[in-house]
């Protein structure tokens, strides 16, 4: 099974900040990396496909980055409705795994 | 435009059995593989399984192996998730996710809305 690591497990930041979120799997997954976004109470919601292209809708302020098997989620202007728990997958083979999560709070 | 709803909570006894279920609607549901993805309280997000509800062909996280079954009825385009032998650390949410392949990737793109399965004696 393919392992997916993500840093920091959680953050602290204020609005305004640009934060980085970093996810790394086990063996090489060329692009196929997701990103979603979860909200308590709620489903999680999709942000990023493919390692960086943005789904529909999803704010521009959200970027995703890399390949092989180092990857990056930036949100460079964090804003009110950005705190949430942010959650990485490879759907390069099953089983589809995810990251552990990264909580950013408020500071 | 697509949707995906799942059943009621549950509240079940060690030992026992779940049934979860997801109607799909919106969309060809035979298109597009159905996942489960549960979320134990205060936990993050693991991978149970998926469905093809075209094939039926299924496949399962080695964890649950043996304890899971995957079904659709595809006459309405729903898709069902059984766990047997029931633990309380398999108390959780559970959702559905719809996938889709886009230019070669793969991803969940439209998810039910959660079903909290409790189990506790």
């Known amino acids: 099974d393919i392992q997916m690591t993500q840093s920091p497990s959680s953050l602290s930041a204020s609005v305004g900040d640009r934060v980085t979120i970093t996810c790394r799997a086990s063996?090489?997954?060329?692009?196929?990396l997701n990103w979603y976004q979860q909200k308590p109470g709620k489903a999680p919601d999709l942000l990023i496909y493919?390692?960086?292209i943005l789904q529909g809708g999803v704010p521009s302020r959200f970027s995703g980055s890399g390949s092989g098997t180092d990857f990056t989620l930036t949100i460079s202007t964090l804003q009110p409705e950005d705190f949430a728990t942010y959650y990485c997958?490879?759907?390069?083979?099953?089983?589809?795994?995810f990251g552990q999560g990264t909580k950013v709070e408020i500071k | 435009q697509v949707q995906v709803v799942q059943s009621g909570p549950e509240v079940k006894k060690p030992g026992a059995s779940m049934k979860v279920s997801c109607k799909a609607s919106?969309?060809?549901?035979?298109?597009?593989?159905m996942h489960w993805v549960r979320q134990a309280p205060g936990q993050g997000l693991e991978w149970v399984g998926r469905?093809?509800?075209?094939?039926?062909?299924?496949n399962y996280a080695q964890k649950f192996q043996g304890r899971v079954t995957m079904t659709t009825d595809t006459s309405i385009s729903t898709a069902h998730m059984e766990l047997s032998r029931l633990r309380s650390d398999d108390t959780a949410v559970y959702y559905c996710a719809r996938e889709v392949d886009r230019t070669a990737a793969r991803l969940l793109d439209y998810w039910g809305q959660g079903t909290l399965v409790t189990v506790s004696s």
């Open positions: 063996q090489n997954i060329s692009s196929h």
């Open positions: 493919a390692a960086s």
């Open positions: 919106g969309y060809t549901f035979t298109g597009y593989y």
């Open positions: 469905i093809n509800p075209n094939s039926g062909a299924t």
């Open positions: 997958q490879q759907s390069y083979s099953t089983p589809r795994t």
